[in-house]
């Protein structure tokens, strides 16, 4: 029976056989590890050509990106024309978000007077409701499931009321 005991990444080995229910442990020779050490030491060197690799394909990279925005840059300098396109493109967005601006600014204020007269609708119901309450309860005629449907319209409208004040003061 032979097992591989591996520590500090299989440099040192041990090699157990059993015969006749006796173990005999053999260790590396000074030759098996030196192999193993070079092994590593061109792995390593292999590993290290490849990031040095890639550490010169960024820099190149970025030395591109660096040299054309560069000459972007005296492009423009020297032909204003040429960024027309950028001019006319920020231009657009710019109109964009001013129609848009504009557009929710109108939209507002369309549904502004159709939010006040909800209002006015719903305080008047509520103050017909609290009016109406207070006369059952004056005739002693007022039922508890009339008050929590009450209870649950007064609810929502308090609700309703908050949300608009909300809704005011993001404008």
């Not at 029976?1 to 080995?13: A, L």
């Not at 909800?118 to 004056?138: D, E, G, P, R």
Request: proline content about 1%; charged content about 30%; aromatic content about 10%.
């Amino acid at each position: 029976m032979e097992s591989n005991e591996s520590n500090d990444g299989g440099i040192t080995k041990e090699v157990v056989e059993t015969k006749n229910n006796q173990k005999i442990v053999k260790k590396p020779s000074y030759e098996e590890l030196l192999q193993k050490n070079e092994e590593l030491l061109e792995k390593l060197g292999k590993f290290e050509n490849v990031c040095n690799t890639l550490e010169k394909k960024n820099l190149e990279l970025q030395l591109y990106s660096d040299q054309s925005f560069v000459s972007f840059l005296k492009k423009a300098i020297d032909k204003p024309e040429s960024t027309d396109f950028l001019k006319e493109t920020v231009n657009s967005i710019r109109d964009y978000f001013d129609s848009s601006t504009k557009y929710k600014k109108e939209l507002r204020e369309k549904h502004a007077s159709h939010a006040l007269w909800k209002t006015i609708i719903m305080t008047s119901f509520f103050v017909v409701i609290l009016l109406a309450t207070v006369f059952l309860t004056y005739v002693g005629k007022l039922d508890s499931s009339l008050t929590f449907l009450l209870g649950t319209f007064t609810g929502h409208y308090i609700t309703y009321v908050s949300k608009r004040d909300s809704n005011n003061e993001d404008r």
